[in-house]
């Protein structure tokens, strides 16, 4: 076990930043923290570099309770969304500066420096100072400045948020492969559902300073434990709408109603909530589960080779995505297909049945 | 509000100081709140008196003409040189090479000992060979500091702010330059006047640095002690004694230990107040 | 709302330009219509910020002429050019209530009250700020900062352009889903000519009916998403726009048509390569390729499920091609063939696309 929380309480005055949490860490996982802004991300990973104590509550690193153990004494390597390095220091120096504090040989610290620009592909740039840098040659020599101490846990802060488009998509690809290499228990914080799909791991859903669910990425993605997972999980939003079941059917809006097929035949009477994925409404009704709703047109966005369909059905406000160019006017109506055997059901207590 | 991990030796790390100030600080405030209550007639015998100093001090004449003379002086210099020093700020350059000469010429006075500013300001307005005096006299007015009250504190004011404008400026400055470009564009392409710019970008964002300016001339002008004193020693008359002036004059002139520290007590209260009182002013809006 | 004419210009920073990296701007021509969308699509240091305030005027450019219609604006200031910008981080004003943030731009223009209070109730209608409008502006979340920037643009009616600089970066995800679309359904309420200048591809591509795609001071295509994203001009923009980028295979060609490794691959159109062409590529982007039962050999390499579709690495001959099949198409175990849509297959050389 690299690390966990028991019972960890984190308030600050009269306000809780995170609620009794108890989450174990896996050594040698790549985990990534998903939550909006505010939702308690970065007090989770302050708490575990120990920058922070808890209020109440134990904190286990590598089978010791490190509960009030000051980070200095603990293994542990942080990354930022700025980037952080001395600007006085060359890029080498940077580099070296965790190995400088722990009196290592200079071979060795020259050795071990080489080998992660290598891996970060920043060598040619060991002899520049950080001011002469891109912003992703910036964040690269703070990775490997994290990577260089060689710590069992390395906590990163939403670390691509700063850098452009081509550049985060280089380096997300990039990142798990290098902590799979160097065996350190990544945490990774981020606020976007598709960056998490990308990295894989495992995935901790955030919520107001409560983890909803915590496992495999793809798993918590297709199996939500409720329906607070699924709108963290989602990008773009997901849709939900409420629905009655009434006999062998589901209904919603009094027009629209389906068979209740499967586990859901079984159901009780009474009042669901629908969540279903923007690409599991579209255009054309791709399988005989297909329900038709009709809906009007709010605005359509075209990226390329997907729509984005915004639109209202009755109360409630959809976002569907489809495959191709289709544009449509404001307020026209259009004729959508919601893939009830791809959408998910959520009883009264939001629990996913 | 982060509360960082606990780590009980970082006190150890405090206890040098902890030393210094009480060494500094505490124990010579005991010894004149322990002057103050009592009456002495030398031989270092002393008599419990209780607030009797205090009633003297507060019903004294004196006092009350020392105190109003330091608020007058006070409140002259931080409208003269709050405004001016960000008038100062607001004009000069904001990047380019004649950024760092303004600031070495603004930090110029800064560095002059408070006696020399003291002296050379004495010299300066001499009316007879005083380079100030001659040319005020020159002009046509009847100026002479060391006799006449109104030129006495007209000298003081000005020597004050040449000395502590440089401050305010260099403050405000520091305040202005934390103002990303893109308020300023924003501004300009809203239709923003410089009066608007000033009234609400520059003057809300400089607000945190001009509350620490206002407050640290509000401290420092009153207790002012050395240049006054250097230049007319409190006079003419008594119309340049201020606080501390006085505070001296009883405690070494008079010897009068008791009356002194209850004073020196009572100006410590007063400056304490007055300061608290500012910041709750200035933050007060912060907070909503 | 006005055409907007960028004729020739060019800028630099330097006051003595000498060699072409010198140049933030290389020559540019661009015309954009009244009332349109617009996006201006590039990495970091490309030199669309540098554009933006030419247009805005807060740039004056070291050479060409910038039009409002007919108008020649390019030494008039930015107070006179009748625009609004929105910036990457929110500016509002921090003592003044969320109203008067938004009638400052009219009330500095001396608009009756009267007229400035219908004028900021429409506007916050529009942006969903009706309920906030009395509360200080400094109390508001990032995206409720952006939204009264934005306001402050839209609340005066004679606009000829509002400029967004990059204005999502602060804002979480979700919420730039809600905020984007808005723009978007602002644009068509209001009918302003808008430009809005991102890194992001997927911001540039659904905001915009054009998109001017720029890269080391130049334009390098304009065109709308559809056609950057069917038939990319330079390799380029084939490489930025999409994610992940077009595929580029390098190439030789045999009787009119690319070979890759021996294999022959289908174009629309034969290849006549112009003489001292040193590098033929064929583009194809990651969503118009397929596994079939027969076409190019490749070797698995790694899956990585994305949620909605899978990216899928194959090698042929050690160079990696990269697929994106949607959730339910299947993937081969180990080994299987490529189609590619041919009409999507396009020929580069020397980076430019042949036609």
Redesign the interface.
Known sequence: MAIELKQVIKRVGADTHIHRTDIKLEEGRFNILLGTTLSGKTTLLRLMAGLERPSSGEIWFQGRNVTGVAVQQRRVAMVYQQFINYPNLTVYENIASPLNVVRMPAAEIAQRVRKVAELLQIEPLLQRMPSELSGGQQQRTALARALVKESSLVLLDEPLANLDYKLREELREELPKLFRDSGATVVYATTEPAEALLLGGYTATLHQGRITQYGPTASVYRAPDDLLSAQVFSDPPINTAAIRKRGARFHYNDRVSWLAQGKYAALPDGSYTLAFRPHHITLAANNRDSVSVTGKVVVTEISGSESVVHMRVGSDTWVSLSHGIHQFARDQDVELFVQTDNCFYFDEQQRLI | MIDKTTNQRAWFLVLPVVVLVAFNALIPLMTVVNYSVQETFGNNVFFFEGVKWFEQILHSERFHDSLLRQITFTGIILLIEIPLGVAIALAMPKRGPWVSVCLVLMALPLLIPWNVVGAMWNIFALPDIGLLGRMINGMGFDYNFTQRPLAAWFTTILMDVWHWTSLVVLLAYAGLSAIPDAYYQAARIDGASSWSVFRYIQLPKMKRVLTIAVLLRFMDSFMIYTEPFVLTGGGPGNSTTFLSIDLVKIALGQFDLGPAAAMSLIYFLIILVLSWIFYTLMMRNEEQ | MAKITLDKIRHSYLEQPESPADWALKQLNVVWSDSGAYALLG???CGKTTLLNVI?G?LRPSAGRVLFDERDVTDI???KRD???V???P?V????SVYDNLA??LR??KVPERQVKQRVHEIARMLDLEDLLHN?AAHLT?DGKQKI?LG?GLVRSDVNVIMFDEPLTVI???LK??L??KL??LH?EVGATMIYVT????EA???ADQVVVMHDGEVVQIGT??E???KPSHTFVG???????MNLLPCEIENGLPSFFGHRLETVRAVKPPAGASRIEIGI?P?FIRFADQGLPVEVVKV?????YRIVEVAHQAHLIKLVL?EQLPVPERSGWLAFERDKTNVYVDGWIVT
């Open positions: 990495p970091s240091g805005s807060l200031p930015s107070d625009i609004a910008q910036f990457q981080f500016v004003y921090d003592t003044m400052f731009p500095n223009r200080r990032a920037s402050r979480d995800p979700h889903w809600q984007r679309s978007k359904q068509q890194h992001d591809q997927t591509l659904t905001f998403p559809v950057l994203f069917e490489h930025f726009i999409g994610s992940p980028g982007r969503e990585n499920d994305v949620g909605r949607p």
